[in-house]
């Protein structure tokens, strides 16, 4: 007998949700884009109207819709929290692109209201975690191939930002992939942060402290430090070494075809996340589709306490930022409920 097909509904249709509409139409199986919200209503119904999907301009009426089996949220962070409580009140299964709230009090109540509704409903779009090269990684530090993990050593940059991009959003959107990822690779909170910032490059819009040097400490012990470059103008790179007491490991190199040919040699570099990560988009899509269809989350991916461990590093962050000193990360006491993971 076929099982039944997830009908989910797509909140916010902007890049994202442009893209994560095409994954689920043409990449995706078992699931069909049932609903579309965006108060952009044209921009709802042009995604919705390449899925066969209906269109709306406020996202609760979706949300509370009964032929709508699951969320994928892709509006942006500063309005997750009122729709990720409307859907844990509903009790149905989210795909939340990160940051879950960009900050640590709210992030808190979406925590608390999941775990009061005593069911595991919420995943953080933390695709990194689906990556085959950081799923490698994590496998060579878990066994303990590279012995004690030390420090990692991790660059992100993005060829350029959008308008109205701040300093603060490149701790709070950008080095927030490193302050999972550390805390994934490394099975240790964040205990602390410094951000420091050499002179900004010519090419960063005015005010822009573009490129920063992200510094954290785990509570286990190690050091991780992060180059965050937003306007770097060539291109995607996501890159992470490892370095244990035995062994490192790097993962992020250019790889692909070496080509020869228009007076030069070398490969391509990604313009964004979709071509770096496309293919951890569909796996993290994939597993979190046919968990939901189980009544379930998927275990490998980021929860509700990832989230909100994440946006509470990301506050001290932008303390440290602030106050040009070292800012500790404050954690309220990790319930039973998520020890899971
Ligand atoms: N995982 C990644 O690598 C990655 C990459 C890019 C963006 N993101 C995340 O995806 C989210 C969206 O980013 P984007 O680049 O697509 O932004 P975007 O600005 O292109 O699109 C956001 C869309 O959400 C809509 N919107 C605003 N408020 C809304 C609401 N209350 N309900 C429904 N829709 C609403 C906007 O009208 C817009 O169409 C953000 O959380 C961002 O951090 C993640
Ligand atoms: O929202 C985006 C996204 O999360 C990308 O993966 C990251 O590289 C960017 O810095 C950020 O602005």
Not at 168 to 193: C, G, N, P, Q
Not at 202 to 227: F, K, N, R, W
Not at 251 to 258: N, Q, V
Request: hydrophobic letters at 45%; proline letters at 4%.
């Amino acid at each position: 007998m076929q099982e039944q097909q997830l009908r989910v509904g797509l909140i916010g249709a902007g890049k994202m949700g442009a893209d994560h509409a095409l994954r689920l139409r043409e990449r995706i199986s078992g699931v069909r884009l049932a609903a579309v919200a965006d108060p952009d209503l044209d921009r709802a119904r042009q995604v919705a109207g390449s899925c066969g999907a209906r269109a709306a301009a406020d996202a609760f009426e979706v949300i509370d819709d009964s032929a709508v089996d699951a969320l994928v949220i892709a509006s942006p962070g500063a309005v997750h929290e009122p729709l990720l409580l409307a859907a844990v009140e509903r009790g149905v299964p989210v795909l939340c692109e990160k940051p879950l709230t960009p900050d640590a009090k709210s992030s808190l109540r979406v925590v608390e209201a999941e775990e009061a509704r005593g069911k595991h409903l919420l995943q953080v779009g933390f695709m990194r975690r689906f990556d085959a090269e950081y799923a490698e990684l994590k496998r060579l530090l878990d066994a303990g191939d590279l012995g004690t993990p030390l420090m990692l050593h991790c660059v992100h940059r993005n060829a350029a930002t959008p308008p109205g991009f701040t300093s603060e959003m490149m701790i709070y959107d950008s080095v927030v992939h490193e302050f999972d990822t550390a805390r994934w690779l490394l099975d240790s909170e964040i205990a602390a942060v410094e951000v420091r910032a050499p002179r900004s490059s010519s090419e960063a819009p005015e005010g822009l402290l573009d490129p920063q040097l992200v510094t954290i400490e785990t509570t286990s012990g190690a050091l991780v430090d992060v180059e965050i470059f937003v306007n770097c103008g060539f291109g995607y790179q996501v890159r992470c070494e490892a370095v244990g007491e035995r062994g490192t490991a790097l993962i992020g190199a250019e790889g692909g075809p070496l080509v020869h040919g228009g007076g030069r040699w070398g490969g391509f570099i990604s313009d964004d996340f979709r071509g770096r990560f496309g293919a951890a988009f569909d796996r993290e899509f994939q597993r979190w589709a046919d968990a939901a269809r189980q009544g379930r989350t998927d275990p490998a991916a980021a929860t509700a306490w990832d989230g909100y461990a994440a946006a509470a590093a990301c506050e001290a962050g932008v303390r440290a930022q602030t106050d040009e000193a070292r800012a500790e990360v404050e954690l309220v006491e990790r319930p039973d409920f998520y020890t899971r993971t």
